[in-house]
Nanobody, 116 residues
């Protein structure tokens, strides 16, 4: 069972930056895609960004130009650099990994709080 451990969340003022990290371990099959999702209180979990093993990225429209996802395949780690943070970015951010058998794995989440 793949284990995902997130870090880097915290409290930041609006307009500030945070960098999230997610390290995968106990990997049995190659991880194809890694990404980030978020869930705000009272809302459904939503897609933020993904990156393939080959480096192809995809972002939800609301974060384009502000967030950057990157990946270190050797370390099985994915990062999310978040700049120009807004109050609407405040949420619990979850790391996601999909292996070559299309199985999904989730981290426990890291809280991002944006103060205005």
């Amino acid at each position: 069972q793949v284990q995902l451990v997130e870090s880097g969340g915290g409290l930041v003022q609006a307009g500030g930056s945070l960098r999230l990290s997610c390290a995968a371990s106990r990997i049995t099959f190659v991880i194809r895609t890694m990404g980030w999702y978020r869930q705000a209180p009272g809302k459904q979990r939503e897609f933020v960004a993904t990156i393939t093993r080959g480096g192809i990225t995809n972002y939800t429209d609301s974060v384009k130009g502000r967030f950057t996802i990157s990946r270190d395949n050797a370390k099985n780690t994915v990062y999310l650099q978040m700049n120009s943070l807004k109050s609407e970015d405040m949420a619990l951010y979850y790391c996601n990994a999909v292996d070559v058998l299309a199985r999904h794995y989730w981290g426990q989440g890291t809280q991002v709080t944006v103060s205005s």
